[in-house]
């Protein structure tokens, strides 16, 4: 469900690099370390990525199907081979596993039935699979409407704002906006919050098709027939619909969850369906009313409208049944050899839209290519001294469900254990390199990144991802649309998205092995890449005597993000004098943890820690992240319950770095900025004395 | 000729409002002027405007043709009824007076003729007129060619440097690029130095097609047919080609000027036309080599190649007979009562592509109803003191030949008389408004715009024109591309151009009175507004004791300009240390011009001055601009006399600020930075040693 564009939000903050040991490492443990990582590349098997790839991806598997079972299925056999222990986590999950039924018709001036699948291309056999389906939106609506139409832009708030103010009524229209800009389910939301009776979402040839470049089987740029398939969940809570806060653990299962009533979900009404540039050109092309704000104009060539005129009329049908279908997560561990209770986490889902080739697959081949390099790096005796669990994560697509599923019913455990968690949903889509990160783990990566090859050029990681006037890469905060959101947002596990990308045909039926082979990546060689990148990181976490975090960046990067938000509050409210007490705890924050951060050092460096003392101190390490997470959660939504990131309510992609302020920035409000000033100067000075008493306890 | 959107650059410098009395007035005169203001301002006459528009448009006149003649016929009648002096200044220029014959056909894969005209519009009388021609660029070369075919996006200097750099060889092709980003006369330069056998310049719909909105007839936007004709001039000076630095006076004449053998003059060779986007659709369609670079994307519905394969062949004919023609400028006098010999001059070009309703002549009626405004002012008794001039100027189009000879040929004494140019080319093209002027010039235009009430709204003029976040409209700088460049650039008389604008067919067959009426004003009180400001202007320049010149502004724009220009030096030279004396020489014309002016306002508020010592002190304020007036000229054309602005020598509208400068960054040169500070060095001592005298002379 990844959508790398928007995921991919830069940060323009660098630091200096350093260049000595890596931070949580006793030399001796560190001169180890390099040798493992030295082992460790030479074990990877670079055919292994491609071979995964094109088994992952034979069959379109949408959560739900047998294609689908049959990847899970792989997926814990190959885990299984390489030596991890592997557990499946069913749950029963209240979701459409199929379209049903969709019709979309010009029923005037003249009848036209419009298609609504990708056209078969000569010589492509995927794109004849007699599994693949029709373009849909899962969770649309059910219904049957005839109305004149209304262009919507994106569909964003401002977008349905513009329109009243232009006065172009949406009431009882069928609304057509082009994907972008948000998260799809928005644009349902805000298209039925103003009285649309349906939505049709298209791909704009000036966002995605050959005003890009060329496009499929051409080059890899959406054609006139490429659709996006897509969930339009938008509860105030990400998971299944009907089990906020708590796993829906199988419906047969010993133990019983409460779930709401369908009808007291948080779902849509009016039917929604998308279709590709070519079939909406029909409709808007036919258009005869307002002439659009410059910026709505988009790649069709006509000049667009706002409103159709009322000779123009559309028919929307979409009957999809929502109901119970089990989902499986299969997890693979590999068992820590000194601290089993701390967990390195790596994740991608495993279910698709289609094939998957690149999303998701691409990371689970990766995955499953590292599962085995690490089983043969314990084979030759180097287990990771903390444990490694690899999640393959379903229903992804639908709404971030296996992940949220899982994370609720372990979420105690996490709370003990979770060190870190890594996601690479598509994380070999192409031949760019991007990420996100908590604060405490972007140093990970950039350094990890000096050490990999990147393959098409005789540079490293580091230099290739690193634009030319950088001192090192710029990376980005984690937004929405991925399996980190519950790990992060919800339970407080630091956490990190990475991978490789490029243009692709996003949830299409064309993305497939035989597109990835052609335009993606034909020599395969950025699987092995991003496998020994996430292997790395993994490794590096897993085996330093103290979990490595890089605690002075938090300081430094809430410095930031509160001067950033003081300033957006102070556009609407001229009177308002900053967040006084949260600026005093992040000022003692900041020479505690530079203080820390040197303490820890010269405690490895004097080589006198016993086994019992690190466990204590890395329970400990542990625990900061958690002084972000609030009980009380966000007013926008209680189960987002990190005061440090959240996805953006209003769009669902965006990163909201300090989200209890930027929702009172987004109602322009100033009645709360007291209450949140308390609440973040709590969460601060509780990471503080935390880093405080970790000081005491290595003295 | 005028090309709104380049030509008005916008500076986004602002300064605080004066609100005491206007410059270079005693108390008394500013009373008799505010009287003299109200009085005008009734006079204008609200239905002389369009009716004078309707009388010019009515048939296309290009130079040389029998309707331009009588739209010089006409002009004389109507200035002479005013009351004006009507002189006739004759000249025989070089060039093609007539498209002569032109083809283009797509040869391979399958013949094809192309279509180079208009289309004819049903209920448009005007797009029927048999004296329409079909589109052309005046100036081309003549032959006949056929060959494969490069896109070159705008055909800019840059553009052919990255197809080079990507492989993409030029040599023998038929370069096809769109208008935008330069004067169309360097896109052949270009085309021609880089190997190409012919040029097809086409309008692209993301430039001005149905990108930006609805297209004629049903809005105001380039349709699949509309064409923009041109000059290709591009002389290192501006003018007849073959007599840069006199007047082309006529051939018949007692003085016999010498001109230039023609095959010595500056004249392209290949092949060049302009077409559709229509047609343009059907070469770059069918192209099959590489994709462009994203920016060079244009809004066809296709992905733009770099070249076209050698599948796909084009041929290229045009024949153009270049030859003398005899274009004549239509200058009106009104003689000043107490000082003839200071000329304010205003002017407008009265030649046009085709009808010419919005460029030039919505100028042009314009200015025949401000000649009849002041002519019943005089009736009233209120002669303007100083003389003002209304230039309608010939063959503009064609390389801003008329004015630019007019200015060749009174040089002398335009150097003693010439107190301000004002330019109105198209000056009533929609309901924005936008200027430029010289740094001496800009509060004259601001000051007036607070007077003058804006038509459709109950703001004045000044209010609707700037920002809402604006204490004061933006005034740009003076490029290239119209009247003003010879008056400005070769003589040294302070410019401004300035005008109403919106969207229009530029220089295309449709640029006619029904499209006036129908898209630009339909209530035609643009006309009497702009009417209002230039006679505003022209009457505050004519009768105050001392010239109005903003004489402080020079060093405030300079200290900008230079800033600006040393920040691009340093950005390819880091060793750069400034330009040192011209900082000395600013800094004290600083000090000396805040003197000046205060000691300017004692001195008229004293009363006691003769119109002998007023006469002097004027002759002086008229010198100092002449103070920027290098004989040696600038590198790239010692025609371009003004070391304080020119036209970008590179793309041909741009205004270039310090061209001296600006040369040698284009360049990337550090060899003349030194012989340049002192040139500007010592043309600001200049100005401050002129300042320090008349300092002395009122004392």
Same mark, same amino acid.
């Given at each position: 469900?990844?959508?790398?564009? $928007?995921?991919?939000?830069?940060?323009?903050?660098?630091?200096?690099?350093?260049?000595?040991?890596?931070?949580?490492?006793?030399?001796?443990?560190?001169?180890?370390?390099?040798?493992?990582?030295?082992?460790?590349?030479?074990?990877?098997?670079?055919?292994?990525?491609?071979?995964?790839?094109?088994?992952?991806?034979?069959?379109?598997?949408?959560?739900?199907?047998?294609?689908?079972?049959?990847?899970?299925?792989?997926?814990?056999?190959?885990?299984?081979?390489?030596?991890?222990?592997?557990?499946?986590?069913?749950?029963?999950?209240y979701l459409p596993k199929e379209p049903g039924t969709s019709l979309i018709e010009i029923i005037t001036p003249s009848l036209e039935v419009l298609n609504q699948k990708e056209g078969v291309i000569p010589g492509d056999k995927f794109s004849e699979d007699p599994l693949l389906w029709k373009g849909w939106n899962a969770f649309s609506g059910s219904g049957d409407v005839t109305a004149e139409v209304v262009y919507a832009n994106y569909g964003r708030k401002e977008d349905f704002e513009t329109l009243?103010?232009?006065?172009?009524?949406?009431?009882?229209?069928?609304?057509?906006?082009?994907?972008?800009?948000?998260?799809?389910?928005?644009?349902?939301?805000?298209?039925?919050?103003?009285?649309?009776?349906?939505?049709?979402?298209?791909?704009?040839?000036?966002?995605?098709?050959?005003?890009?470049?060329?496009?499929?089987?051409?080059?890899?740029?959406?054609?006139?027939?490429?659709?996006?398939?897509?969930?339009?969940?938008?509860?105030?809570?990400?998971?299944?619909?009907?089990?906020?806060?708590e796993p829906a653990l199988p419906l047969d299962g010993k133990k019983k969850i409460k779930r709401l009533d369908p009808k007291d979900a948080q779902l849509h009404t009016i039917p929604v369906t998308p279709i590709g540039y070519g079939e909406a050109e029909k409709i808007l092309g036919k258009m005869e009313g307002k002439v659009v704000p410059q910026s709505w104009q988009g790649g069709l060539p006509f000049t667009y409208r706002l409103d159709g005129g009322n000779s123009l009329t559309?028919?929307?049908?979409?009957?999809?049944?929502?109901?119970?279908?089990?989902?499986?997560?299969?997890?693979?561990?590999?068992?820590?050899?000194?601290?089993?209770?701390?967990? $390195?986490i790596l994740g991608c889902h495993l279910d698709a839209w289609g094939f998957g080739a690149t999303d998701p697959n691409s990371g689970t081949a990766m995955l499953l290519s590292l599962s085995e390099t690490l089983g043969s790096l314990i084979d030759k005796g180097y287990n990771p001294k903390r444990s490694i669990l690899i999640g393959h994560w379903d229903a992804e697509e639908h709404g971030v469900i296996g992940s949220s599923e899982w994370v609720e019913q372990m979420r105690d455990e996490l709370n003990a254990k979770g060190v870190v968690y890594m996601n690479f949903d598509g994380g070999v889509s192409g031949k760019n390199f991007g990420a996100s990160a908590a604060p405490t783990l972007k140093k990970l990566m950039v350094e990890a990144s000096k050490v990999v090859k990147y393959p098409y050029t005789d540079q490293s990681l580091f230099e290739f991802w690193k634009k030319d006037n950088q001192i090192e890469p710029s990376i980005g905060s984690l937004g929405g649309g991925s399996d980190h959101i519950a790990f992060y947002m919800h339970a407080g596990v630091p956490s990190l998205s990475g991978g490789a990308g490029g243009p692709n045909l996003y949830h299409s039926n064309y993305d497939s092995f035989r597109f990835y082979?052609?335009?993606?990546?034909?020599?395969?060689?950025?699987?092995?890449?991003?496998?020994?990148?996430?292997? %790395?990181?993994?490794?590096?976490?897993?085996?330093?005597?103290?979990?490595?975090?890089?605690?002075?960046?938090?300081?430094?990067?809430?410095?930031?993000?509160?001067?950033?938000?003081?300033?957006?509050?102070?556009?609407?409210?001229?009177?308002?004098?900053?967040?006084?007490?949260?600026?005093?705890? $992040?000022?003692? %924050?900041?020479?505690?943890?530079?203080?820390?951060?040197?303490?820890?050092? %010269?405690? %490895?460096?004097?080589?006198?820690?016993?086994?019992?003392?690190l466990h204590n101190l890395n329970q400990q390490l542990i625990a900061l992240e958690k002084s972000f $997470?609030?009980?009380?959660?966000?007013?926008?939504?209680?189960?987002?319950?990190?005061?440090?990131?959240?996805?953006?309510?209003?769009?669902?992609?965006?990163?909201?770095?300090?989200?209890?302020?930027?929702?009172?920035?987004?109602?322009?409000?100033?009645?709360?900025l007291q209450e949140w000033d308390s609440r973040y100067a709590n969460a601060v000075e509780s990471l503080h004395l935390k880093m405080k008493q970790l000081i005491e306890d290595i003295k």
């Amino acid at each position: 469900m990844k959508n790398i564009s $928007i995921l991919f939000i830069i940060s323009c903050f660098t630091f200096q690099l350093s260049i000595a040991q890596y931070e949580g490492y006793s030399a001796d443990s560190w001169k180890d370390q390099l040798e493992i990582e030295e082992i460790f590349a030479k074990q990877i098997d670079k055919t292994s990525f491609k071979k995964h790839l094109k088994k992952l991806t034979e069959r379109p598997h949408v959560v739900g199907s047998a294609a689908n079972e049959e990847v899970q299925r792989y997926i814990g056999e190959v885990m299984q081979n390489a030596g991890l222990v592997v557990t499946n986590y069913p749950y029963d999950l209240y979701l459409p596993k199929e379209p049903g039924t969709s019709l979309i018709e010009i029923i005037t001036p003249s009848l036209e039935v419009l298609n609504q699948k990708e056209g078969v291309i000569p010589g492509d056999k995927f794109s004849e699979d007699p599994l693949l389906w029709k373009g849909w939106n899962a969770f649309s609506g059910s219904g049957d409407v005839t109305a004149e139409v209304v262009y919507a832009n994106y569909g964003r708030k401002e977008d349905f704002e513009t329109l009243k103010r232009l006065g172009v009524d949406v009431k009882g229209k069928i609304v057509l906006a082009r994907y972008g800009g948000n998260f799809r389910g928005f644009k349902a939301k805000f298209a039925e919050a103003n009285g649309a009776s349906g939505l049709i979402i298209f791909t704009d040839p000036k966002d995605s098709g050959f005003t890009k470049g060329l496009v499929y089987p051409e080059g890899p740029y959406y054609n006139s027939s490429t659709i996006q398939r897509g969930s339009l969940l938008t509860s105030d809570f990400t998971g299944d619909p009907l089990t906020p806060f708590e796993p829906a653990l199988p419906l047969d299962g010993k133990k019983k969850i409460k779930r709401l009533d369908p009808k007291d979900a948080q779902l849509h009404t009016i039917p929604v369906t998308p279709i590709g540039y070519g079939e909406a050109e029909k409709i808007l092309g036919k258009m005869e009313g307002k002439v659009v704000p410059q910026s709505w104009q988009g790649g069709l060539p006509f000049t667009y409208r706002l409103d159709g005129g009322n000779s123009l009329t559309v028919r929307l049908k979409v009957d999809q049944k929502i109901d119970f279908v089990r989902a499986t997560n299969v997890i693979g561990m590999i068992k820590g050899s000194e601290a089993p209770d701390e967990w $390195i986490i790596l994740g991608c889902h495993l279910d698709a839209w289609g094939f998957g080739a690149t999303d998701p697959n691409s990371g689970t081949a990766m995955l499953l290519s590292l599962s085995e390099t690490l089983g043969s790096l314990i084979d030759k005796g180097y287990n990771p001294k903390r444990s490694i669990l690899i999640g393959h994560w379903d229903a992804e697509e639908h709404g971030v469900i296996g992940s949220s599923e899982w994370v609720e019913q372990m979420r105690d455990e996490l709370n003990a254990k979770g060190v870190v968690y890594m996601n690479f949903d598509g994380g070999v889509s192409g031949k760019n390199f991007g990420a996100s990160a908590a604060p405490t783990l972007k140093k990970l990566m950039v350094e990890a990144s000096k050490v990999v090859k990147y393959p098409y050029t005789d540079q490293s990681l580091f230099e290739f991802w690193k634009k030319d006037n950088q001192i090192e890469p710029s990376i980005g905060s984690l937004g929405g649309g991925s399996d980190h959101i519950a790990f992060y947002m919800h339970a407080g596990v630091p956490s990190l998205s990475g991978g490789a990308g490029g243009p692709n045909l996003y949830h299409s039926n064309y993305d497939s092995f035989r597109f990835y082979k052609q335009f993606v990546d034909p020599e395969f060689k950025m699987g092995p890449m991003v496998e020994q990148m996430a292997g %790395l990181m993994a490794l590096r976490m897993a085996n330093a005597e103290l979990i490595p975090y890089n605690l002075n960046r938090y300081a430094v990067d809430l410095k930031i993000h509160f001067s950033n938000a003081e300033t957006k509050i102070k556009e609407y409210d001229q009177k308002f004098e900053g967040f006084k007490m949260t600026a005093d705890a $992040i000022e003692s %924050l900041e020479k505690t943890s530079d203080e820390l951060t040197s303490n820890i050092k %010269l405690y %490895l460096e004097s080589g006198k820690f016993s086994k019992k003392e690190l466990h204590n101190l890395n329970q400990q390490l542990i625990a900061l992240e958690k002084s972000f $997470i609030s009980d009380q959660g966000m007013y926008f939504g209680s189960w987002f319950k990190s005061l440090y990131a959240s996805s953006d309510p209003f769009s669902g992609y965006a990163a909201w770095i300090l989200p209890g302020l930027e929702y009172e920035i987004a109602l322009k409000s100033s009645n709360r900025l007291q209450e949140w000033d308390s609440r973040y100067a709590n969460a601060v000075e509780s990471l503080h004395l935390k880093m405080k008493q970790l000081i005491e306890d290595i003295k």
